[in-house]
């Protein structure tokens, strides 16, 4: 039986849509499929706009998402060479998901500090004894 014909379940540690689910989860790749959502960008300005991100972590992620049909990578011939990252159809159906999550995200953002706080003090009441 191909892999292909096998229902996807991210639950199923041997289904392949686990190791989409993690690409997909990745920090690094949904900034920059976020950033890419804007039109084409240089690799310089896309350091930028994604923020901290090595040079070397960047272009790792950049030719995971490439291979994964999620960018297409356009070098253009000029001195010095310029080239240009872009999202596919595929990668731009994943902006709608990722803006969902980037708004819960940022919308949630104190309640889950408050979360936090609340359990890390809770557990320094119980080491103390209180």
Same mark, same amino acid.
Request: charged share 25%.
């Given at each position: 039986m191909d892999t292909k014909d096998i229902p996807a379940n991210v639950l199923d540690p041997n289904c392949p849509s686990r190791v989409v689910f993690q690409r997909i989860g990745d920090k690094w790749a949904s900034l920059v499929i976020q950033v890419l959502g804007g039109g084409p960008v240089r690799f310089s300005e #896309?350091? /930028?706009? $994604?923020? $901290? $991100? +090595?040079? /070397? $972590? #960047? +272009?790792?992620? #950049?030719? *995971?998402?490439?291979?994964?049909? #999620? @960018? *297409?990578? +356009? @070098?253009?011939?000029?001195?010095?060479p310029r080239v240009d990252y872009e999202l596919t159809a595929l990668g731009e159906s994943l902006l709608q998901p990722l803006t969902m999550l980037r708004e819960w995200a940022e919308n949630h953002v104190p309640s889950i500090l408050e979360a936090r706080d609340a359990y890390d003090d809770a557990q320094d009441e119980a080491v103390l004894g209180r």
């Open positions: #896309l350091r /930028k706009m $994604v923020s $901290v $991100v +090595t040079p /070397k $972590v #960047l +272009t790792q992620t #950049l030719r *995971t998402l490439e291979r994964d049909g #999620l @960018i *297409t990578r +356009t @070098i253009h011939a000029q001195v010095p």
